[in-house]
């Protein structure tokens, strides 16, 4: 962008993105002798990339002649390195499971979704040099079109899209500037429109949008398709702040809303449920001091011990273990008290404290609760390649279900435990467990889900008679409702069998892959008037009673905090 830009008022500017920076990047290279060095040599050999290498050695050259080192000479650089350490993580070592079935796959990008080529056979890799390149060249088109997808190449446009789109980017700064942002709006999508995937753009929006109350949700979505592009750039710090920033200025605004309309509710049990229920809210958006505050206002013990269960939860899902741990201390209910133990050991878990996971895990009261904080973490376990830990855990989880007294939760923990036996390949300790349940729905579901980890086990005979058991059973299930759950779920396994069996790509991992996943996830949002248009959302409300204003408010608040969940977990 060419054109002059001004400054808001605001933690940062719309900007055009020129600028100077005085880094110099090295290139990656990926280690001698490994799949990713041949992916990267065939990469070098590509227009896609020749061009962008063309573009960063005359940009080295034009800095050293100017003795100053420019912003895009930096991300010329940052674009190189990207693909290259992409294509350089290429691999038949699935990152996720190590020590398991090998699987051709690459990484996009640190801490991005994996690329699974199931319908290439990784030992045809170390067979012969030849073999190794055509695969190689399969590999480098896969990335290069991934790469494509997220806008990182190419990295410059023709002049017959770049005037049209600094005019359009000029004409928003200008809307902008007179503090016309629904116009700033109007001519920054144009300049999409223009440029799908101009990082100029696609900033400009987020930022013009998030000057309008009511719009931080669909602000962090270009946002979002911003840092898709520019993950390295020197302003993407700020603008995950802001992400931040408005999501839960947008949730906090929602809750104080939400929290007088209690003051109203007659009933005094219904009312200690609702602020119970306000007390989790506010803990996921993160305040506290407002959880905290309304927590202290309720008066029955059974929704106090929930309402600080809530908050446990909501630390733990922080990573805030130190505070979880002193906020369970606070619980005087047994139930609560191993409820909030089980969330803390499965996020203790996922963060990679396998360890501090197990303590916590054998530290829960309840039978049921233990197993399954156990099952969970004999799961991730097996994710990280500790398959006889992992056993070892689901011994003693099996343990654990035998002490449920309860006949349906006995079965349902069992039922988690076969499961992840059949995960672990340990086939006949998951039909030994199998044996043991008595739940006609448990005893379906169960075989069917063995026998999806049969399939991946290339089991197929296995597989069909766990699956064919599964369905026989489900015939002897008198519930409508529970036979529709275990059609469904049939369904579902049966597909992704069928699915891996055809060998395609998984893409599971990727709902909203790229900007475009940004730019779809904005335009559901602002469909919906909870994130586009909060007065109608308001006018919406029911007027029959506070107990209906607080529930809808209620659902809202949940909604959202899903949608924020949802964007956090893409901007992983």
Not at 208 to 227: C, D, Q, R, T, V
Not at 248 to 253: E, I, K, N
Not at 270 to 287: H, I, Q, S
Request: charged fraction near 25%; include cysteine.
């Amino acid at each position: 962008m060419r054109a002059g830009f001004f400054l808001v008022a605001a933690a940062f500017s719309f900007s055009t993105g020129t600028g100077i920076a005085a880094v110099s990047v090295d290139l990656f290279h990926a280690p001698t002798g490994s799949v990713g060095e041949s992916v990267i040599k065939v990469m070098e050999t590509t227009p896609e990339y020749t061009t962008l290498f063309s573009l960063y050695e005359q940009q080295k050259r034009l800095d050293a002649a100017t003795g100053k080192p420019s912003l895009r000479g930096r991300k010329l650089a940052a674009r190189l390195n990207r693909l290259r350490t992409i294509a350089g993580s290429a691999s038949s070592i699935d990152p996720e499971n190590p020590k398991g079935e090998k699987m051709v796959n690459y990484t996009l990008g640190k801490g991005g979704w994996i690329a699974r080529l199931t319908g290439l056979i990784p030992r045809e890799l170390e067979r012969t040099a030849e073999r190794r390149e055509a695969y190689a060249r399969i590999l480098c088109r896969s990335v290069l079109e991934d790469a494509t997808m997220h806008g990182w190449i190419p990295f410059t446009l023709p002049d017959d899209i770049q005037k049209p789109l600094d005019a359009a980017l000029t004409a928003g700064f200008a809307a902008a500037k007179a503090g016309d942002f629904p116009g700033a709006i109007n001519e920054f999508q144009k300049a999409h429109v223009v440029a799908r995937y101009s990082p100029e753009a696609l900033y400009n929006l987020g930022l013009a949008e998030s000057k309008i109350p009511g719009h931080e949700f669909p602000s962090a979505a270009w946002f979002g398709a911003y840092l898709t592009i520019e993950p390295d750039g020197d302003r993407a710090p700020a603008v995950l702040e802001t992400i931040r920033g408005l999501k839960t200025g947008a949730m906090t605004r929602l809750l104080k809303v939400a929290s007088p309309v209690l003051d109203d509710v007659a009933d005094i049990s219904l009312r200690e449920a609702y602020l119970a229920d306000l007390t989790g809210l506010w803990a996921r958006v993160g305040d506290e001091v407002a959880a905290n505050r309304t927590a202290a206002r309720i008066k029955e013990p059974y929704q106090s011990n929930k309402a600080v269960q809530k908050i446990a939860e909501a630390q733990a899902a922080r990573r805030d273990f130190a505070g979880a741990f002193r906020t369970v201390k606070r619980i005087n209910a047994p139930d609560s008290r191993s409820a909030a133990l089980l969330d803390i050991s499965r996020d203790q878990a996922t963060a990679g404290d396998l360890d501090g996971a197990l303590k916590t895990a054998q530290s829960i009261e309840d039978p049921f609760y233990r197993c399954t904080a156990l099952r969970d973490l004999a799961l991730e376990q097996i994710k990280a390649g500790f398959r006889e830990a992992a056993l070892l855990n689901l011994r003693a989880g099996l343990d654990a279900a035998e002490l449920v007294p309860e006949a349906n939760l006995k079965d349902v923990a069992k039922g988690g435990i076969a499961t992840v036996q059949a995960r672990a390949v340990d086939f006949e300790s998951a039909k030994a467990t199998l044996a043991g349940l008595r739940d006609p729905f448990q005893q379906s579901l169960t075989n069917l889900y063995i026998g999806e980890w049969q399939a991946k086990a290339r089991d197929f005979a296995a597989s069909n008679s766990s699956l064919a058991e599964g369905l026989r059973i489900k015939g002897t299930v008198t519930e409508d409702s529970s036979r529709k759950i275990l059609e469904g779920a049939y369904n579902e396994i049966k597909a992704r069998i069928d699915r891996n069996e055809a060998g395609n790509c998984d893409a599971t991992a990727r709902p909203y892959a790229g900007p475009d996943g940004w730019m779809v996830l904005r335009e559901e949002l602002s469909k919906e008037p909870l994130f586009n248009d909060q007065a109608a959302f308001m006018k919406s409300l029911p007027t029959k009673s506070p107990q209906d204003i607080f529930e809808a408010l209620a659902v809202a608040a949940n909604r959202m905090l899903d949608v924020s969940n949802g964007i956090d977990a893409r901007l992983k």
